[in-house]
């Protein structure tokens, strides 16, 4: 979208996907992805982000796009203090690096290995205000449940401790151990429970 | 995960079992060997505490214990942090590592890993959380004991930025973790028990002579000498 298309925009006609990174954008985020130092453990994001060759991230990409690649770049890229606010496109630019980066800090609150209601309220902070920055960019936007479901979250922690003891990894691990098993197509030749009692048997016996 | 998952619900059926104090035995036995395989443990990046001061979990390679020696301004850094800990000279028998193992995360000097080497930690000159360059490990053996041995860390802090017309996007959102730093380092070397170590750091170049920086701590969230707490109104009545 041209700077004089945005900037005779009306507010509530904004949708999600208008305020799209064009390709030279990413392909500064992909030199960006490649110039970042990062520890042997830390997993990176595809380096060609944003293209549809390196197929659906994994979580953990995911996960390290939003701690530190994607915000960083983002803010990197659209340098607002070069620029100036002066036109419609910088400043919604401007609002949803600002977004990107409550997202990122609520994520950090959500995922730390301990909590506290300090750490609850402050994901709870991030992320509602993350939540009115989408609103006020995209006043049509519909919430979705995962936007209901997030503002579960800071609750969830303080009755169920870090998140690391209760995310659901474990299933979808278990779901793709599912997946991957062989099978004749004949419902109930295989039960479940009977493979865990026995695998429990198992290793009680040894 | 699931491994530990698993354990756990093992460990949950043999107490129903059993009351007798053999089942103790069971459970280790049974910790044991989910824990086997920590690769894949999710719970990799933590620091454990626990862990951190026993030196002997750090296993001195052939390459450590032969061709790396220390600088004078290495040695000079050890000797006065060792006077300044325990009042005494720094033993002659030390040992440089390439790398050393915390928990389950490995730290590894420059010449070893461009990678592992990029660290915060709590800087004993400036007294703040500041990131810095692994430059030498050494293994001193322990005044307590004469079985355990004392890791240390000299490290090249990365100078704090001035301030000028460089821009911050981050300055508003602390919590983040982010910060630039300039990528001059400073001008003497910092020696610091391993301890000290916060965990490792993130980081790309921002603009000419500037570095963004950010720690992975995933127990505790730093909170840089410059903090200030912005209060946010929360309304959650609009959802």
């Known amino acids: 979208m041209s700077r004089k298309q945005a900037n005779e925009r009306q507010q509530n006609q904004w949708a999600v996907g208008d305020d799209a990174i064009n390709s030279k954008e990413l392909k500064h985020i992909h030199s960006f992805i490649s110039q970042t130092t990062r520890p042997s453990w830390h997993t990176p994001p595809p380096s060609n982000l944003g293209e549809a060759k390196h197929g ?18 983002m803010a990197q890229i659209w340098d607002f203090n070069k620029r100036g606010c002066e036109d419609e496109r910088a400043r919604r630019q401007k609002k949803l690096s600002e977004a990107t980066i409550l997202l990122a800090t609520a ?6 290995y301990c909590t506290s209601a300090h750490r609850a309220l402050q994901y709870m902070v991030c992320m509602v205000a993350y939540l009115n920055i989408l609103k006020d960019l995209y006043p049509n936007l519909a919430w979705l449940p995962n936007h209901h479901a997030a503002l579960h979250i800071g609750p969830f922690l303080l009755n169920f401790g870090p998140m690391h003891g209760w995310w659901m990894f474990v299933y979808e691990r278990i779901i793709g151990w599912l997946g991957k098993t062989n099978t004749n197509f004949k419902i109930g030749k295989f039960n479940l429970l009977q493979c865990a009692e026995r695998h429990q048997l198992t290793n009680q016996l040894r | 995960m699931l491994e530990t998952f698993c354990a756990s619900v093992n460990f949950k059926a043999l107490l129903l079992h059993h009351h007798d104090m053999a089942v103790v035995k069971k459970f280790m036995a049974i910790m044991d060997d989910a824990t086997k395989d920590r690769s894949r443990d999710p719970l990799a990046g933590i620091m ?10 750090s296993t001195p390679s052939k390459r450590a214990t032969r061709g790396i020696t220390l600088s004078e301004r290495a040695l000079g850094a050890l000797n006065t942090m060792y006077h300044q800990l325990f009042n005494k000279p720094m033993p002659a028998a030390t040992i440089c590592l390439p790398k050393h193992i915390v928990g389950k995360v490995s730290f590894a000097t420059r010449a070893q890993s461009t990678r592992d080497c990029n660290v ?12 810095g360059v692994i430059q030498f490990i050494v293994s001193i053996p322990s005044i307590a004991t004469t079985s355990k041995r004392d890791t240390f860390f000299v490290i090249e802090r990365y100078a704090q930025l001035m301030e000028d017309g460089t821009s911050n996007p981050f300055s508003s959102h602390k919590d983040f973790g982010a910060s630039l730093w300039s990528s001059k380092m400073s001008a003497v070397l910092e020696a610091v028990p ?6 490792h750091a993130i980081l790309r170049p921002w603009v000419k002579d500037v570095i963004l920086f950010k720690a992975l701590d995933r127990v505790s969230i730093l909170h840089y000498p410059h903090f200030l707490f912005r209060l946010m109104h929360v309304n959650l009545q609009a959802f």
């Open chain 2, 120 to 131: 915060f930690f709590r800087s004993t000159l400036c007294g703040f959380m500041a990131p």
């Open chain 1, 107 to 112: 994520i950090r609150w959500a995922t730390s």
């Open chain 2, 48 to 57: 454990l505490d626990a862990d951190a001061g026993v030196a002997p979990s």
């Open chain 2, 194 to 199: 391993v301890d000290h170590i916060v965990c």
């Open chain 1, 56 to 73: 659906k991230p994994k979580a953990d990409q995911w996960r390290s796009c939003m701690e530190f690649d994607v915000p960083a770049a």
